[in-house]
């Protein structure tokens, strides 16, 4: 193949670290020859890599409107629909890969797949069989085993999940996803003694364990152990100098130690050695927010942007970065009156009020609600999130509260103003699909840290119950936006109160939080992303 070869090409862009180019590169010669299958097929890939799951829907489709039984392009699609909480469209699709397969590997591959869109409706005994389908045929069926831990977890059967992870690791000591799956789950019940323990276990297996003490200070990082995070990336550093992901894990690590002036240049050496990674330039401009120099952080996350125009982060910090500047252009970008709606939604299908209606499902979703604790990775402080995914997946009360919040999404989108050229309304259009849903549960004390949704374009809340106001407290349980969640001197610029009932629209990019709230009983929320359906 030549450098003509528009494929060859993007391939080699890819490599480099330059998927934007790539994809101009397949864009450019699909434009001359619509016809070229290979090249859509794998500019379908290039957008799932990246994320645009809408462009790359619609690319394994034209692939398949022409070459219906083609595996690779169906297994794709399957991969979308799935990310995209679409499970009910991926399992016909998934019967026609299993139909098709031939080999060992294509069979369990599909046998997998059907347990995980099974799994994402709630039909956890066929999800087991297709599991246990599928690890029979292809024993090493990579992430087969983390997904079948997750099954067991969502059954209730935690002591045989944590059993499963353990003998995995046995045999597989640098299985990263069942290392991770493990120690989240020790986090969640609690059980502080055993997390972490089995990076240990595993490194002294190995003699170069470098992704592992990778992976093992992520989760130092978000379990806020700075110094053993520190530590873990060095160590990582010395058996390989040259590993981006341990260079800007160390960064990561200085920064959040506040120690500015030595995790700025790591930044910009790992920005240099990857010029295409988004993250890499978030993570720079988001030290030198924390270090107050506004200038050179929109500058950092203008260079993302350039690479990726929909960043949902870059966005948020190019927010912030203006507002340290007191430039006035953050209201422009933020909208934080004309973008964030509330919606007091009428009562679903055969229910004459909302507090029916919401006291019969906040029942429903109590019985999903298993952990003693939040999430290591999530921004829930003094809750749990279900183990449920809430729409999409057959729960008959959430589908009827879903049509009314479809309703709502789209007021929301049809009323939208602005110029074509903004990062938000410039996506507005007639059609949307949601990526993503979860519900979670606050008691006392509890709140959301500040954050954004970096997977999405609309994001939400919706309230199912909301503990009575408190008079001492009269902000408690708000919604605040504009707040970050470092202290560079910038507060919230708006509240919303919460509300049985009331859905909250706003952009995914704004920085979004809690106030705690205190006092008996609890906050049930479910929340959502949208994507535009024309990517």
Known sequence: MTDTDPIASANRLKAA???????ARLDAALAA????????????????????LVAAEAGYRAVLARHAQFQPALQGLCGVLLAMDRAPEATPVLQQLLAGAKSADEIAMAEQGLSDALKSQGQLDEALAHSRRALALVPKLPGAH??????????????????????????????LNVHT??????????????????????????ARPTRLLIAKGDFLLLAGRLQEAEQSFAHALMLEPGNLDALTGHATALSRMRQFEAAIPRFEQAAQ????????????????????DGAAA??????????????????????LAQRLLREGRDDTLAGYEPFIRMFDLDPPEGFSSMTDFNAELDAYLDKFQRDQREHLNQTLRGGTRAAIRPFGAGHELAERLKRRIDEAIGHYIADLKGPEDHPFTSRRGKSFTMAGSWTSRITDSGYHLNHIHSGGWISSAYYVAVPEPSEKDPLGGHLKFGEPPWDIGLAARRMVMPKPGRLVLFP????????????????????FDVLPANG
């Open 146 to 175: 983390a997904s079948r831990g997750d099954i067991l977890e969502q059954l209730g059967r935690i002591e045989d999940a944590i059993a499963l992870y353990r003998a995995r690791l046995q045999d597989e000591p640098a299985d």
């Open 181 to 206: 799956r493990l120690n989240t789950l020790l986090f969640r019940l609690g059980r502080d003694a055993e997390f972490l323990q089995s990076f240990d276990a595993a490194m002294a297996r190995m």
């Open 17 to 23: 670290g330059q998927p934007a180019l790539a994809i």
């Open 33 to 52: 020859q619509p016809d070229m299958l290979e090249a859509r097929f794998n500019l379908a890939i290039l957008r799932h890599e990246i994320g645009d």
């Open 298 to 319: 929109e500058k950092a996350a203008s260079r993302a942007l350039a690479l990726k125009p929909h960043d949902q982060q870059a966005l948020a910090l190019t927010s």
């Open 508 to 527: 995914s990019y704004l920085w979004h939080g809690t106030m705690p709230f205190h006092g008996p009983g609890s906050r049930t929320t479910i929340a």
């Open 273 to 292: 050695l990857a010029p295409a990674s988004t993250e890499i330039l978030n993570r720079l401009a988001t030290a030198l927010l924390q270090a107050r």
